[in-house]
Each structure stands twice: as C-alpha cells, then as structure tokens.
C-alpha cells in the first residue's frame, strides 16, 4: 500500500514538546507520528529533562528536541545526561540510545526508524550495558 494511502488527514492535536513537527505542517497522520514522540520520552528518560525546560542564564525555554540535536552535532550531549545516570550509563550504551532517540525525533517522517527498529536497538543497547557492567565486576 503506497504511504499515500496509509496517510489521513486530521485535525492537528498534540502536547507541545511531543507534537511531530511533519503532522503539524502537513496535519497527516501516520505510524511514525508515535515514534517521534517516543523519541521524546526516550530524551527526557536519558537526560532527566522535560520535552520544553528552561536553560542558561536568561532561563529561556526550550524545545528538548532542538537543543538535543544541536548538543549531538556539537558533541556535548553526554555533559548534559542526567546526573543519576552519570557514571552508571556505559558510554556504548548511552552513544546506542542517543543514536535511536535521534533518529526517533528526525523531522521529516521518513528518516524515522520503525519501532521494530527502536525495539532491536533499544535491546542492542540493554546488552551493551550488560556486557560493560560484567566487565567491570570481572576485575
């Protein structure tokens, strides 16, 4: 079935913060609308944030998304992990589960991944956890 067919438009609703941006532009649904907003939830689980905060000296709002993929691009994400998670995290893991959460919160709907795909990497992540922690009680 060709993707046009799968789309319906729909009157835009969503919380600000977890609303794709493709279906708040074009007001179509599809299943890749749940997996940005997955995405959303995996950030804040990561990095302890809500999906708008407040950040840097002025207190401004932001979006959780953009500022994420600003931090990726420049390579400071891991400064920003949520303290609980800090030094706990294998930096594998962490580096698989940024890596899905990215992907997950793509703008345009067919960058996304499916959450078939979320799931494997998700699972591929847990397992890289796992092995560093076995490592470490292995000294």
């Keep these: 079935m060709s993707k ?5 438009e729909a009157p835009v609703e969503g919380a ?6 493709e279906y708040y532009r ?19 689980v990561i ?17 959780l998304c953009g500022w994420t993929s600003l931090c990726f691009r ?12 800090k030094g706990r995290i ?3 893991c962490f580096n698989k589960f940024m890596e899905i959460a990215i992907c997950c919160i793509s703008v345009t709907e067919d960058e996304r991944p499916c959450m078939g795909e ?14 560093s922690e076995s490592e470490m009680t292995s000294f």
Excluded: C
């Excluded at 046009?4 to 319906?8: D, E, F, Q, S």
């Excluded at 600000?16 to 941006?21: I, T």
């Excluded at 990095?47 to 979006?63: Q, Y």
């Design 118 to 131: 979320v799931e494997v990497t998700l699972e591929l992540a847990l397992e890289l956890q796992k092995k």
């Design 90 to 92: 294998a930096p594998e």
């Design 4 to 8: 046009a067919l799968k789309r319906k």
């Design 74 to 85: 420049n390579g400071t994400l891991y400064h920003y992990i949520d303290p609980y998670l």
């Design 26 to 44: 074009t007001k179509y649904l599809s299943e890749k609308i749940d997996v940005y907003s997955f995405g959303v939830v995996l950030l804040e």
């Design 47 to 63: 990095l302890g944030r809500t999906a708008t905060f407040r950040f840097g000296m002025n207190n401004e709002e932001r979006s």
């Design 16 to 21: 600000f913060g977890y609303l794709d941006p």
